[in-house]
């Protein structure tokens, strides 16, 4: 994932940060920074022995008044003369400290020209891969909030400047994170979970992951087969079923995909299941068949989880339909499919800003354990990687 965007937001800190470092001026900067503390260290030892020395003469001339008062010029010249000679180093050190100060590490205060021209690197790259528009003025005005008027030095801007677009691209996502879903699975039994998503999007094989993922974690599921629609669906999922160890329900095909639910539903408050999980049909677009398919599957099975399933690698189409299903529907979370043969990662970074619903898991295979607790910190990390 991110393959393309990762090289270009790397080019773009690299030529802002030489930008900022004022390059031509600083040559050896950590050699100078180094000479420079040495210097200002060796000046404050001579203003110490100074000023003891000072102290010293100021005695002296107390106590030779006090002798012979009245030779008064002569003590002063005696005292002009112990000054100079105790002050002859200190123009040496200046003009050393004028030679570091020329090859001094320069602090730059970032503008908004340098934040444009960092930015102008990013949106393309993130453009070229799917982001959404609205996502991108987002990341912009969060790193105009992030860097504008901080100071920074050839030393620090890098580090200064990967933070900031950590930060602008973690904060347009939304993590739910898997801790939060097992203590809400806990207040309701069964606890009920809607799988939606169009045809091909992944919903079966992520709903056989969670089972997976449940039963490891100890939880009871029985499983609806409410794609009725779609040819040898049942089939698949009763592979998934039987390969793992769960109760199906299914009933025939073209059967009513709510009845379904409702029946799984009962049977799992018999048997005193921890979850029912509902998979349902999808179709190549978004119909208003089965839109009014889900509504009626929703109103009956009353989910306490929503979850829509989208293709990362279709990009901005996942997003446009986790769009239209929140509306029309109404989603919780969403998990995106495919994740390990997405080189964009447009979809994963768009959509839970658009949506507004966070991302819970992403897919990453075919497996059972190809799934990924989604994190943004890590996600918005791996991208600086
Ligand atoms: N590489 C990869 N393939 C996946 C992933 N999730 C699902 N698939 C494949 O995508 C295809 C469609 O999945 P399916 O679960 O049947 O989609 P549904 O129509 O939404 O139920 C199948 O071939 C799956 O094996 C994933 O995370 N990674
Ligand atoms: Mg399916």
Redesign the pocket.
């Known amino acids: 994932m991110f393959d393309f965007i990762k090289k270009k937001i790397k080019d773009s800190i690299n030529s802002i940060q030489k930008k900022l470092s004022k390059e031509e001026h600083s040559e050896e900067p950590q050699k100078f920074e180094l000479e420079r503390k040495g210097l200002q260290r060796e000046e404050a030892a001579q203003t110490v022995e100074l000023k003891k020395e000072e102290k010293k003469i100021s005695a002296e001339i107390h106590e030779q008044q006090l002798k012979a008062p009245v030779k008064k010029e002569a003590i002063r010249k005696h005292d002009g003369e112990q000054r100079k000679t105790k002050q002859i180093s200190e123009p040496k050190v200046k003009k050393q400290e004028k030679e570091v100060e020329k090859h001094r590490v320069f602090s730059h205060a970032i503008n908004k020209e340098d934040i444009a021209s960092l930015y102008a690197g990013i949106k393309d790259a993130l453009l070229e891969n799917n982001v959404a528009v609205s996502v991108l003025d987002a990341i912009h005005k969060d790193l105009e909030e992030n860097l504008l008027g901080k100071e920074v030095s050839f030393l620090t801007n890098k580090k200064e400047i990967e933070g900031a677009i950590k930060k602008s691209i973690s904060d347009v996502m939304f993590e739910y994170p898997v801790k939060n879903l097992m203590a809400d699975i806990q207040h309701k039994k069964p606890y009920v979970i809607l799988f939606v998503?169009?045809?091909?999007?992944?919903?079966?094989?992520?709903l056989a992951k969670l089972i997976h993922f449940f039963l490891k974690n100890g939880l009871k599921v029985t499983v609806s087969a409410s794609?009725t629609f779609?040819a040898a669906?049942i089939e698949?999922l009763e592979i998934h079923t039987k390969n793992l160890g769960v109760e199906i329900i299914k009933h025939n095909y073209g059967a009513d995909p709510a009845a379904v639910a409702f029946d799984a539903i009962k049977h799992a408050k018999s048997e005193n299941t921890d979850l029912v999980l509902i998979?349902t049909a999808?179709r190549s677009d978004i119909n208003k068949n089965l839109i009014d398919e889900l509504k009626k599957v929703k109103r009956v099975s009353k989910p306490d989880l929503t979850i829509f399933?989208g293709?990362a690698l279709t990009g901005n189409d996942a997003v446009n339909q986790a769009r239209i299903f929140d509306t029309e529907v109404g989603i919780d979370a969403t998990i995106l499919?495919?994740?390990?043969?997405d080189k964009k990662g447009g979809a994963v970074l768009s959509i839970s800003y658009i949506t507004k619903k966070p991302i819970l898991f992403l897919?990453?295979?075919?497996g059972y354990d190809?799934l990924i607790p989604f994190d943004k910190e890590k996600t918005a990390n791996f991208l600086l990687d």
Not at 337 to 341: G, L
Not at 363 to 366: K, L, P, S, V, Y
Request: negative net charge; without cysteine; hydrophobic residues 20%.
């Open positions: 998503g169009v045809n091909g999007a992944g919903k079966t094989t992520t794609d779609r669906s698949q998979d999808g399933v293709d499919s495919k994740a390990d043969v897919g990453t295979g075919q190809d």
